[in-house]
């Protein structure tokens, strides 16, 4: 299957501070990406759904100029984490699908585990 | 809401083959169902999908009921390594379409 990459695997910042999580397509070009959240012993939560060159969509209740997310290039999104608190500690999560990467499969990174002290 | 529900968790012996049931009564004659399992801190990890029949690939079997209102993953030989959450899915087959998880099944395989 296509490979997504995420960067870092793992951050811990200072409450207040920014944190950018960059998630790639390795070998396919991903013309939707997803990004999602995850709680200890809870399932996937759904933050946004991003498509190349277009603003993302928010789920309900994800504030979009807290969580930013730019999908500029058909391999790379990133996720923008601006003045994290603690509560914003989780395991975020991307994933990928566009042509050539199975077209309507979604391809999953490895997640990033964000800890913020 | 996910439209399907799962036992919350299981227990398989190792070498065993282990079945993990998903039911998804409201399931409509376009949608799929897939399987993904989680290992612990680690991304989602594609299985199999289906649509009605059913499916056998390198990993599991994928047993879908004739009326397409449940369905059985098979992991055959089930080894320690199969210990994750195991999530029943069921999508349009549409690359920009969601996927609505729930809390899927822990599968703990004991040696």
């Known amino acids: 299957g296509a490979v997504v990459s995420q960067h870092p695997s793992w951050v811990i910042c200072k409450s207040g501070t920014s944190v950018k999580i960059e998630c790639r397509s390795l070998d396919f070009q991903a013309t939707t990406m997803f990004w999602y959240r995850q709680f200890p012993k809870q399932s996937l939560m759904l933050m946004a759904t991003s498509n190349e060159g277009s603003k993302a969509t928010y789920e309900q209740g994800v504030e979009k100029d807290k969580f930013l997310i730019n999908h500029a290039s058909l391999t790379l999104s990133t996720l923008t984490v601006t003045s994290a608190h603690p509560e914003d500690s989780s395991f975020y999560i991307c994933s990928a699908s566009g042509a050539g990467g199975g077209g309507n499969e979604q391809f999953f990174g490895p997640g990033t585990r964000l800890t913020v002290l | 809401d996910a439209k399907t529900t799962q036992p919350p968790s299981m227990d398989c012996a190792e070498g065993r083959a282990a079945n993990l049931p998903c039911n998804h009564s409201?399931?409509?004659?376009?949608?799929?169902v897939y399987w993904y399992r989680q290992i612990h801190s680690q991304g989602p990890q594609y299985i199999i999908h289906?649509?009605?029949?059913?499916e056998t690939n390198e990993m599991a079997s994928l047993i879908i009921t004739e009326d397409r209102k449940s369905s059985t993953l098979i992991l055959p030989h089930a080894t320690l390594r199969d210990t994750a959450v195991y999530y029943c899915i069921v999508r349009v087959l549409n690359s920009n379409y969601q996927l609505i998880w729930g809390a899927g099944t822990k599968l703990i395989i004991k040696p």
């Open positions: 409201t399931i409509s004659g376009n949608e799929y």
């Open positions: 289906g649509l009605k029949n059913n």
